[in-house]
């Protein structure tokens, strides 16, 4: 299983940036996957998860309502669009499905 995240970059406050996590090596549909995030001194949090068939999606209450997940089943990938982004939505963001991992992609709130 390769999990790859990108879409990570600089971006104001106020701004949105997409993350696509590319999933290979597994039967993309019948997986839930999830992302996650660690900041610098922090614990990787959860962040937002969407299940497998009709695309159950669940989001920490830091990112209700600016945050939201996608997959897409035909090019197996899960998205995360943020929009209003803040400076604490700092961090590394991780791809996770089953306890595999990407390698994360950056992501740097700063005006």
């Known amino acids: 299983v390769q999990l790859v995240e990108s879409g990570g970059n600089l971006v104001q406050p106020g701004g949105s940036l997409r993350l696509s996590c590319a999933a290979s090596?597994?039967?993309?549909?019948?997986?839930?996957f999830n992302w996650y995030r660690q900041a610098p001194g922090k614990e990787r949090e959860w962040v937002a998860g969407?299940?497998?068939?009709?695309?159950?999606?669940g989001y920490a209450d830091s990112v209700k309502r600016r945050f939201t997940i996608t997959r897409d089943n035909a090019k197996n990938t899960v998205s995360l669009q943020m929009n209003n982004l803040k400076p604490d939505d700092t961090a590394v963001y991780y791809c996770?499905?089953?306890?595999?991992w990407g390698q994360g992609t950056q992501v740097t709130v700063s005006s």
């Open positions: 996770d499905t089953e306890d595999y």
């Open positions: 090596g597994l039967s993309f549909i019948n997986y839930d």
């Open positions: 969407i299940f497998r068939g009709p695309g159950i999606d």
